[in-house]
């Protein structure tokens, strides 16, 4: 650890006795990559991200006395980000202006044919098109797991349910993903 970090440990009780503007800057310092992590794979918009983010930490030092009940601040980090992502995200389906551009600076910066760029970014569209149309409670714990790199006991953890649930939610999102996206790849295929 470098000199003048705290670790999540010493984080915890440097909270209850800080004011509050140090409290969440260490809280900021400490995590903001997790936290953003987590909002930004639920509302995949980058502006969106930063206001969830910071709507995250605004809660945090809202609540920050129920510290001393918290055996992990990183879990109970990400189950704050993890519900105010959820209660943000949006309705339907959007066009994200993000993804554009994101797609639009692959095509200059990679130096991949304009066909394997248009193939690859299909296949991320259908995958990411599969993934949405999971049922929540498949969803949730793929996101989750998957795309933040989250224990099954993390996940367990920030959605509220137990290990098994997660283990056995996980195991029918993936085969469902798995069952769909073949299916789909043989009617590509066959026309």
Same mark, same amino acid.
Request: proline share 3%; glycine share 2%; no cysteine.
């Given at each position: 650890m %470098?000199?003048?970090?705290?670790? %999540?440990?010493?984080?915890?009780?440097?909270?209850?006795?800080?004011?509050n503007d140090d409290a969440l800057e260490l809280m900021v310092r400490e995590h903001a990559?997790?936290?953003?992590?987590? %909002?930004?794979? %639920?509302?995949?918009?980058?502006h969106d991200a930063e206001d969830a983010t910071q709507e995250t930490f605004l809660r945090v030092l809202r609540y920050r006395e129920k510290l001393d009940n918290v055996r992990e601040a990183r879990n109970w980090l990400a189950r704050i980000a993890w519900r105010v992502a959820v209660g943000r995200r949006p309705r339907g389906d959007e066009v994200v202006l993000n993804e554009i551009s994101e797609a639009a600076a692959q095509v200059r910066t990679t130096d991949a044919s304009a066909d394997q760029i248009l193939l690859q970014s299909e296949m991320q569209k259908a995958l990411h098109d599969l993934i949405a149309a999971l049922p929540a409670k498949l969803r949730d714990p793929?996101?989750?797991?998957?795309?933040?790199?989250?224990t099954p006991r993390d996940v367990a953890e920030v959605l509220g349910i137990n290990e098994a649930a997660v283990r056995s939610r996980l195991f029918r999102a993936r085969h469902l993903l798995r069952t769909r996206l073949t299916a789909l790849l043989e009617g590509k295929h066959e026309t």
């Amino acid at each position: 650890m %470098v000199a003048g970090q705290m670790s %999540v440990s010493q984080a915890i009780p440097a909270l209850r006795t800080e004011t509050n503007d140090d409290a969440l800057e260490l809280m900021v310092r400490e995590h903001a990559r997790l936290v953003y992590r987590v %909002v930004y794979s %639920v509302l995949r918009n980058h502006h969106d991200a930063e206001d969830a983010t910071q709507e995250t930490f605004l809660r945090v030092l809202r609540y920050r006395e129920k510290l001393d009940n918290v055996r992990e601040a990183r879990n109970w980090l990400a189950r704050i980000a993890w519900r105010v992502a959820v209660g943000r995200r949006p309705r339907g389906d959007e066009v994200v202006l993000n993804e554009i551009s994101e797609a639009a600076a692959q095509v200059r910066t990679t130096d991949a044919s304009a066909d394997q760029i248009l193939l690859q970014s299909e296949m991320q569209k259908a995958l990411h098109d599969l993934i949405a149309a999971l049922p929540a409670k498949l969803r949730d714990p793929l996101v989750l797991s998957t795309l933040e790199e989250l224990t099954p006991r993390d996940v367990a953890e920030v959605l509220g349910i137990n290990e098994a649930a997660v283990r056995s939610r996980l195991f029918r999102a993936r085969h469902l993903l798995r069952t769909r996206l073949t299916a789909l790849l043989e009617g590509k295929h066959e026309t």
